[in-house]
């Protein structure tokens, strides 16, 4: 998407040009899809301020390439399951921008484990950081969408909280509860003009999956439909689409190749 340019009367008939780029916080946008969908809208002429808690360093180097094709993105540090710092980052956004049209939720993570060894710290940790951020972080930004009644919403859920996951119980529970928060906003935030949906990624190549071993990889590509495995870009340009598409809203939309048909 190019730069929009706008056009202000001044109450002296001149007029005044200014160039309005749209506004975008991708959290988790260090590395995996996060980072692909930070650089594929980026790319596309939307300013981006990438959220990432631990890996600095490749937040740094996401600024660095990018910077390098002349495109410059903020990298801010926040720990998405902390409220205070979610403040912080929505506070840096607004202040200097003065506006979020665009919100990502793409921070998670992930947790294998079977179900009788799961323990009251583990509960807290994936929820906090899965679901609880999700909620928070929206939170946080709806009001200045509201306020502009413009916003697009999309969050990064998985094929897991469409169909479950064995020994993945907590990360299919919070993913399930992402969709269920897209489709429940999507019918309260619509009179606003504010579009709310979720993405559900199959399997994709990320340092998520690096615990399946090569001989696993096969055995999955052969479940499904397409016999490959997703790239990271693939939830990108979804992304991309859905961020154009300006009728559609509270949608769970499957990207794993027909592995759930």
């Not at 596309?44 to 993105?73: C, H, M, P, R, T």
């Not at 935030?189 to 990624?201: D, E, F, T, W």
Request: charged share 30%; aromatic share 6%; net charge neutral.
């Amino acid at each position: 998407m190019e730069e929009k340019r706008c056009i202000s009367e001044k109450t002296n008939s001149s007029k005044e040009i200014c160039n309005e780029k749209e506004i975008a916080i991708v959290t988790g946008a260090s590395r995996g899809i996060g980072r692909e969908i930070a650089k594929f809208i980026a790319r596309k002429g939307i300013k981006v301020i990438a959220n990432y808690n631990k890996s600095e360093e490749q937040a740094k180097q996401l600024q660095q390439e990018l910077k390098q094709e002349n495109i410059d993105i903020d990298i801010f540090k926040a720990d998405v399951s902390k409220r205070s710092e979610i403040q912080k980052l929505v506070e840096f956004t607004v202040n200097k921008y003065k506006k979020i049209d665009i919100l990502i939720n793409n921070a998670g993570i992930d947790q294998e484990k079977m179900f009788q060894d799961i323990t009251d710290q583990d509960f807290s940790k994936i929820i906090n950081n899965n679901l609880y951020s999700v909620f928070c972080v929206t939170q946080e930004v709806i009001n200045n969408m509201i306020k502009n009644k413009k916003g697009c919403i999309i969050n990064i859920s998985s094929i897991y909280g469409v169909s479950g996951g064995a020994c993945a119980v907590l990360y299919s529970a919070t993913k399930a509860g992402i969709d269920g928060i897209t489709k429940s906003l999507a019918k309260e935030l619509g009179p606003s003009n504010i579009r709310v949906n979720s993405i559900a990624p199959g399997i994709i190549d990320t340092d998520m999956n690096k615990k399946f071993n090569e001989k696993e990889i096969k055995e999955i590509e052969e479940e499904i439909p397409l016999g490959k495995i997703g790239k990271p870009e693939d939830i990108a340009k979804c992304v991309n689409w859905i961020i154009d598409e300006n009728y559609i809203t509270g949608q769970v939309i499957s990207i794993n190749g027909g592995w759930n048909i």
